[in-house]
């Protein structure tokens, strides 16, 4: 018997030491995994063409799948170097004392940069400026060389009027230089800046002077797109991404399945169906869709049973996706919390201690669920109005996409039962409304623990 126990232990110990040790070999390769070297994402074109709106959203996107990302945007640098801006006339290409503070601002942001990629852990820095010089660009290009950087220009060019005049209105109004909001100045002034812009500036020449460089051309918000010599996979990745988006109004619906058999009896996992709450919540969401007079909505599902009911009781079209299946919890499937903690108590320790790495035994990890919905992500870009129902961790993974949350959040975002969530894509982020439909459910969202509890936990 004591040996027995003797070797329990030192089993437990061993496996206790095991997951750590995975997990954190995982946090240090998982971004170097699809980058050999810093990459320097360098935007092009004049103002109000959706350079910034293209920068966060793809910062947005590379970090959720893993590659730390960071935006270094000029016009910060420049109002924090000239505190009050006045008109156009700064950005006059005959303006020589505003033109060397537009230069010095670009160098201490490169600074900035070269600090991010080297000494801060980041693995792609996105230059957000014009750059509509040749110079500029070739010091840019001096600048990666010298610290042995990839770089990737991503050129938005557009001449559709509308779109640019959509775009100062959305966007430049409120921007920091016109705090008086003054729709028509705001317009006047700022078409006299793009004017100002016009005068310098030399598109990528993807015959002759910049053939050799790395590069996409956007035209017209995604009418068309020319791709010059993609050098890696995080370049083709970026992109694959860039052409899936779209400034299209839409909205997108994100909601868990009606309350299931195992929700009730606080169990994880399997494929049990809808209880009666479940089957009252499909009723309800049924009602919502029609008070919202949605056109052309499309319905995804996972495989399980438990979304397929709910998405049923809808009365339209849907699509059932394998990869929105919930998280796969291995060995831990359709046990409850309690269970796990007491059969599996190094592994439920562990799970506390980094939820986001963690990995169940046999099953997946939130990091694993997030490669495995990339192209859930990918066609919802593509895509207009869209319900998704699915699972909390699922929701979770698609959520912090959304809204950009980081690995430490994600595990923990709450996603209760029978409420929808409904995100509208806005100038540079989501605005998200929650709609709890009047049907009770369990709750099945754990707090973050204490470092403290973890501690327990552990000893």
């Known amino acids: 018997m ?5 070797s329990e232990q030192n089993n437990n110990s061993y496996e206790t030491k095991t ?47 893993g590659v730390p990302t960071k935006v270094f945007n000029l016009g910060v640098y420049r109002r924090e170097a000239v505190k009050s801006y006045k008109s156009y006339d700064f950005f006059r290409h005959d303006n020589e004392e505003a033109m060397k503070i ?88 700022f078409l006299k800046r793009i004017e100002c812009y016009k005068v310098t500036y030399r598109p990528l020449d993807p015959d002759n002077y910049d053939k050799d460089l790395s590069f996409i051309k956007v035209i017209n ?13 995080i370049q083709s990745k970026i992109v694959y991404y860039l052409m899936n988006i779209h400034v299209q109004p839409r909205t997108i619906y994100l909601c868990r399945h009606g309350e299931s058999e195992f929700n009730l009896l606080g169990k994880i996992g399997g494929d049990s169906g809808l209880s009666v709450r479940g089957k ?24 399980l049973k438990r979304t397929i009911q709910t998405a049923e009781s809808l009365g339209v079209p849907y699509e059932q996706w394998k990869i929105l299946n919930e998280i796969d919890a291995g060995v831990c499937e359709e046990m409850t919390y309690a269970e796990i903690e007491k059969r599996y108590p190094e592994e439920f320790a562990l799970r506390d201690q980094e939820k986001y790495l963690y990995r169940y035994p046999g099953g997946e990890s939130y990091q694993d669920l997030v490669q495995r919905l990339e192209p ?24 912090a996409y959304f809204l950009d949350k980081g690995a430490d959040e994600l595990p923990y975002l709450r996603c209760p039962l029978h409420t929808i969530f409904k995100l509208t894509p806005v100038a540079y982020g989501c605005k998200v409304e929650t709609v709890k439909l009047n ?21």
Not at 109 to 134: C, M, P, S
Not at 280 to 303: C, G, H, M, P, Y
Request: proline share 3%; net charge neutral; charged share 25%.
């Open 19 to 65: 997951p750590n040790l995975r997990m954190s070999e995982k946090k240090c390769s998982w971004a170097s995994y699809m980058t050999n070297s810093p990459t320097l994402i360098v935007m092009i074109g004049l103002p109000a063409r959706g350079k910034t709106y293209v920068s966060k959203k793809l910062t947005r996107y590379l970090n959720w799948i």
């Open 102 to 189: 537009r230069k010095q601002c670009a160098l201490v942001a490169l600074e900035d940069v070269k600090a991010y990629l080297t000494e801060e852990n980041g693995q792609i820095a996105v230059f957000d400026a014009t750059n509509t010089t040749r110079e500029r660009r070739d010091m840019i290009l001096n600048f990666a060389e010298q610290n042995s950087f990839k770089v990737f220009f991503v050129e938005s060019v557009c001449d559709d009027p509308d779109v640019i005049a959509a775009n100062i209105l959305e966007v430049k109004v409120s921007s920091p230089d016109y705090p008086e909001r003054n729709r028509e100045n705001v317009m006047e002034d």
């Open 439 to 459: 049907v009770e459910a369990v709750n099945t969202h754990r707090d973050k623990p204490t470092v403290t509890s973890i501690m327990l936990t552990c000893h």
């Open 376 to 399: 859930v992500i990918m066609e919802l870009e593509r895509q207009g109005n869209v319900l998704v129902i699915s699972h909390q961790a699922v929701m979770r993974c698609l959520l």
């Open 221 to 233: 918000v995604g009418q068309r797109f020319l791709v010059n010599r993609v050098q890696d996979y």
């Open 280 to 303: 009252q919540f499909a009723q309800a969401l049924r009602k919502f869709l029609e008070e919202q007079e949605i056109t052309d909505l499309k319905v995804w599902t996972s495989q």
């Open 2 to 6: 004591s040996g027995a126990s003797v």
